[in-house]
C-alpha cells in the first residue's frame, strides 16, 4: 500500500459543502470533489476533514466509526492503555484505525492528508 | 449544494457511521471495466449457524441439537461466554474493533447477484468448518449431513448460485455416501473438505474414498480453512498463540501447505489423475515456497515417494488457488510477479471471502497491474473450468 497516490487530485480551492446547521457536533459527509472523495467530521463543535479513501482496499472513510484505541509506549510505561476516544477513525471495510485530527495510520508509517475545513457566515467551507 | 467554482464535480452527503461492514460499494465503481468480465466469486458465505442446521439434523442428533439451542446462546455469537469460549483467549484483538463480520442472509445474496456484477458465487461452509477436528466424527457427519441437505434445498436453483457440499474427512464412508447423494446435482460444484486440524493430514490413504468418489462424479476438492477453534493438531497448535492476529495469519497458509504437501506426497495426483484440487482463503505468497522446498527435497528424498512420476512442483502446478486474503503486497507489480513465480495464471482464481469481516473488497485486487489476459482469466475464467461452470449451468 506504499504506492497508492492518496490525495492527488486535491485543487487547494474554497469550497462551501454544507449549511453549519446542517452539519452539527457528532455528525459527518462524505464529500466528492471531482474523483476525489473526502471525509468531514464535526467532533464537539470542530470540523476535520480527511481523505476519503482507506488505501488498503479504498472503503470510504466516511462511514468509519469514531472510538477510542489503546497504544502502549514508553510514555504508558510499556503497559497498554485506552488512548484518543473519539478520535479515532476505524475503517468501515478492514477496521484500519487513522487518527482523524492528523490522519496518522495508527501502527503504520503512513498518513492520509488532512484538509483546512472551518465554518464562515454560517457555511462550512473545505479547502480542497 | 452550492459551491464557489463552477467546473469541478462537487457533491456533499450527509452519511451514518457503519456498524456493520461495508460490502460491495467499490463494485460499482468500476462499471464498464468490469462488466466485461465474468467474474466468479470463489469464496461465499451464508448463515449456516447451528440453528439453521437443526431442522436439517436427522435422528437423535436433531433432537440433542435442539436441546442445546435451548440454552441461552440461541446460535448467536456474541451474548454467551460460553459459546465464546473458543474465542476467549482472544476477546482483546479483533473483537473489539467495529466493524463486526456478519454472516449473509439469503436475500443479502441475491441482492449482491442482482447487481449484476458478480456471475456466479461459490457457497462455502462458514460454521462447519471446524467439523473436521470435533472429538466425535459422528456428530460432524450429522453436522454435514444437515448442512448439505440445507443448502441445497435452501440455495439450490438460484441463478449463479452454486455450491459446495461440505464433508467429514473424519468419516469417509459418510462422506462418499453424501457424495453420491448430491454428485450430479446441477448447482454442486465441488466437494469442500474443511483442512484445519485434519489428522492424519488429507493426503492419507484413510480419505481416499473421499476422493474417489469426488473424481466419479467429476467433482473437484476444495480445502477451506478456518481461523482459530481449539485443537491441538499440527501444524496450528492454537494454544501457543496468545493473539488471533498470530493465529489467523499462520493458520490459513501453513495449513495450506501442509495439506498441499500430504496430497502431493502421498501420490494422490498419482493414483487419481484427473481430480482437481484448489486451497480457498489461504492467500498466495506461500505456494511458491512449498512448491520449491519440495522439488529441493524431492531430490535427495525421493525414494520416500516411489510413486511420484513428476517433481513435487509439476502437480502443485495444476492445483488452483483462490486469491483470498490478498496479501498486502507493497508494489502494483508484485502480485502478476508472484503469480509468474508459482505459474498461476491459470490457476488462480478471484474470491473475496463475502460477507467475512476479512473479505477482499474488489478494489483490492483490481488495483494490481497485471495483463488483461491475466486479469480475466483470474476473475472468472478459471473457475469457470475449474468448478465445470459450463456444464453445471
Known sequence: MTDQPLADQATGRK??????????????????VGNNLIAVFNIAGTYYAIYGRCPHQFAPLSRGRLQGTVICNAQTNWETEWAHEGEVLV?????????????????????????????EDGQVVLIA | MPSEIDDLDIKATKVDAAFTPVQDQDLDQYGEA???????????????????????MEGHYQKRLQAALQADFRGEPGNSLRNMIA??????????????????????????????????????????????????????????????????????????????LVVSPNLPDHAVEQIAKYGNHKDVVAVCVPDVGVNP?????????????????HLPIALHGIEALVHDNYPLRVSHFPTLMQVHSMGFPFTGMLQVMSVVCEGVPVRFPKLKFCVVEAGLTWIP?????????????RTELPALEQKPSDYIREWYWGTH?????????????????????????????????????????????????????????????????????
Open chain 1, 15 to 32: 469550497l462551501v459543502i454544507a449549511a453549519a446547521a446542517d452539519l452539527p457536533p457528532g455528525t459527518r459527509m462524505e464529500v466528492r
Open chain 1, 91 to 119: 475503517c468501515p471495510g478492514h477496521a484500519m484505525e487513522f487518527l482523524v485530527k492528523t490522519g496518522q495510520a495508527i501502527g503504520y508509517n503512513l498518513k492520509l492528508r488532512t484538509y483546512p475545513v472551518y465554518e
Open chain 2, 34 to 56: 468490469l462488466a466485461q468480465y465474468t467474474i466468479v466469486d470463489t469464496d461465499v458465505h451464508v448463515d449456516d449457524t447451528l440453528m439453521r442446521m437443526v431442522d436439517y
Open chain 2, 87 to 164: 474465542h476467549v483467549n482472544w476477546l482483546g484483538s479483533s473483537y473489539d474493533k467495529p466493524p463486526r463480520a456478519k454472516l449473509a442472509t439469503k436475500t443479502e445474496l441475491l441482492e449482491r447477484m442482482q447487481l449484476g456484477i458478480i456471475n456466479y458465487s461459490i457457497l462455502f461452509p462458514s460454521e462447519l468448518l471446524p467439523i473436521a477436528y470435533l472429538p466425535d466424527p459422528k456428530w460432524a457427519a450429522a453436522l454435514a449431513t444437515a448442512y448439505n441437505a440445507f443448502m441445497v434445498d435452501e440455495y439450490g436453483n438460484l441463478p449463479g448460485v452454486k455450491i459446495a
Open chain 2, 201 to 217: 493430514p488429507i493426503g492419507d490413504r484413510k480419505y481416499w474414498p473421499i476422493f474417489e468418489a469426488a473424481d466419479h462424479y
Open chain 2, 289 to 301: 515456497f512449498i512448491m520449491y522446498r519440495l522439488d529441493t527435497a524431492y531430490r535427495q528424498y
Open chain 2, 325 to 393: 486474503e490478498l496479501e498486502a503486497l507493497p508494489k502494483r507489480g508484485d502480485l502478476r510477479k508472484l503469480i509468474e513465480l508459482y505459474q498461476g495464471e491459470d490457476t488462480t482464481m478471484w474470491a473475496s471471502d463475502w460477507p467475512h469481516l476479512e473479505r477482499d473488497l474488489i478494489a483490492g485486487f483490481m488495483r494490481y497491474d497485471m495483463s488483461e489476459a491475466m486479469r480475466r482469466k483470474i476473475l472468472g475464467e478459471n473457475a469457470v473450468r475449474f468448478f465445470n461452470l459450463e456444464q453445471r449451468k
